[in-house]
């Protein structure tokens, strides 16, 4: 069974017409300098100002929307880069399932100003719309992409479509305003109360912010992909496997498995010792516990009854025994860190569904740390956002 979900309409009921978008004139990097896609975008990062410098971008004159079009072993995934109105993130119509750390935005209001820039866009989520979609899809058809990369060690292309035209331009507007009222994060929390936080600090002490708008991408639902997020965790040298499969079999059905595999339905986890792969299924008087949340979360229960309870981790945000790995570096590289580690243990997690991540989000609750791996992944640099 293929490790991951098909993201899918969820029938959220739309209350308000609000999501105030608008083209702009965006940097673009010279895919024509660059040797070696793999090792410039991995370092932009930290070299963006350098690069920029060297003469490693390009301006367009004209404001514009912008289709990114990304094909990956998932499939090929076309979203709109464009700006959004931060009022939308503080009037909460651009919905958070994460909390966010004030140390990492301390850190990210440094990169902001230093580099008066956004170098990689907010991932947004949206209920898919078949004729916004084929709109797109027409453009990337009869155009060339204003930039292409390939990408050797993920085998991905990445495709950059400027959209131009003021009737398509004002097409789209017009959509969002219309038909959007509200958006979901499917990756990028820091970015936006980062952003969020300097337009207040601006605006109280009465200067004028570096910007108003947060560069974002904006993806139909049936456009991203979402994988297992999994967990290594050094821990056997605080509690034998023996003593450690005795304890789950009081909150666990335990199954030995012949292969390594991971889960195959909700509610299911695999745990990997050494060489050794156990399936476990949460016993229904364990799932009882849970039944009045909105959304029995199996990062929720496994961060409880098993990190909590039994291994005594309290803070799994900040506990260094807990390693995540997401689900797109595959099953191989959790057995070889297991093998590795002889006091580690594998944990793989089922991926969530969409309609749990907007359900929480409408509820206005928060998942565990490292609940969700949406593909595609956004590359730094390929498209800038100047304030």
């Not at 209350?15 to 370092?43: Q, R, V, W, Y």
Request: glycine share 4%; aromatic share 10%.
């Amino acid at each position: 069974m293929r490790m991951y979900s098909k993201l899918r309409y969820c029938g959220i009921i739309l209350s308000h017409n609000h999501m105030n978008i608008s083209p702009f004139k965006a940097l673009h990097a010279n895919i024509g300098m660059i040797n070696s896609c793999d090792t410039f975008f991995e370092n932009v990062k930290d070299e963006f100002l350098a690069f920029q410098k060297s003469g490693f971008y390009d301006k367009l004159n004209l404001d514009a929307y912008y289709i990114l079009k990304i094909k990956t072993q998932y499939g090929t995934h076309t979203g709109l880069l464009c700006g959004v109105d931060i009022k939308e993130y503080l009037e909460g119509n651009i919905l958070i399932h994460e909390n966010t750390l004030s140390s990492k935005e301390q850190k990210m209001v440094h990169l902001f100003l230093k580099r008066k820039a956004f170098i990689k866009p907010v991932l947004l989520t949206y209920p898919t719309n078949n004729t916004l979609q084929q709109k797109l899809s027409f453009w990337t058809e009869s155009h060339k992409p204003l930039v292409r990369a390939l990408f050797e060690k993920s085998k991905e292309i990445h495709d950059i479509f400027a959209i131009n035209d003021p009737e398509l331009i004002r097409e789209i507007t017009d959509f969002f305003k219309e038909n959007v009222p509200q958006t979901y994060i499917a990756d990028g929390h820091h970015r936006c109360s980062t952003a969020a936080y300097l337009y207040n600090q601006y605006q109280e002490r009465g200067l004028p912010p570096p910007t108003d708008k947060i560069f974002s991408a904006l993806f139909a639902m049936d456009q991203l992909t979402i994988l297992d997020y999994n967990r290594m965790v050094d821990c056997l040298h605080l509690v034998s496997p023996a003593r450690l499969l005795a304890a789950l079999s009081r909150l666990c059905y335990i199954d030995i498995e012949d292969t390594p595999k991971k889960p195959t339905c909700k509610h299911e986890w695999t745990l990997f010792i050494g060489r050794e792969c156990f399936r476990l299924r949460w016993k229904k008087d364990v799932l009882n516990q849970y039944k009045d949340q909105v959304v029995r979360l199996d990062a929720t229960i496994l961060d409880e009854q098993v990190f909590q309870n039994i291994l005594g981790i309290k803070d799994v945000k900040t506990d260094q025994k807990i390693e995540y790995i997401e689900g797109a570096k595959g099953l191989n590289v959790i057995l070889e860190k297991v093998l590795k580690k002889e006091t580690s243990i594998g944990i793989c997690l089922y991926p969530v569904d969409i309609q749990e991540v907007v359900t929480i989000a409408d509820h206005h609750q928060i998942m565990p740390p490292k609940s969700t791996w949406f593909e595609p992944r956004i590359k730094n640099g390929l498209l800038v956002f100047e304030f």
